[in-house]
């Protein structure tokens, strides 16, 4: 049974920083696109970065410069790293790892509060 369970999240003033941790079990992560999203009240899931099992990356316009996606395939892990948090960096953070058209899981997601 596949789990991602997703870790790291909490209050932070802005301008701070936080890492959050996506770690996959029952399966192997090397082949598998991960990808961040988050969801603010009210609003819809937006895409935040992705990273592609040859370490492609791609940026939200919102976080480009700011956020650093990353893996590491021999601890099953995927990362992102959050510099120069806004209020508006405010959200569920979910982990979604890809491995083919059918096959996709989720995380339950990680509050992320940014707040003085």
């Known amino acids: 049974q596949v789990q991602v369970v997703e870790s790291g999240g909490g209050l932070v003033q802005p301008g701070g920083s936080l890492r959050l941790s996506c770690v996959v079990s029952?399966?192997?992560?090397?082949?598998?696109?991960v990808g961040w999203y988050r969801q603010a009240p009210g609003k819809q899931r937006e895409l935040v970065a992705t990273?592609?099992?040859?370490?492609?990356?791609r940026y939200g316009d919102s976080v480009k410069g700011r956020f650093t996606i990353s893996r590491d395939n021999t601890k099953n892990t995927a990362y992102l790293q959050m510099n120069s948090l806004k209020p508006e960096d405010t959200a569920v953070y979910y982990c979604?790892?890809?491995?083919?058209?059918?096959?996709?899981?989720w995380g339950q997601g990680t509050q992320v509060t940014v707040s003085s």
């Open positions: 979604n790892v890809v491995f083919d058209r059918w096959t996709q899981y």
């Open positions: 029952g399966t192997f992560l090397n082949t598998a696109t």
């Open positions: 990273i592609t099992s040859g370490s492609t990356t």
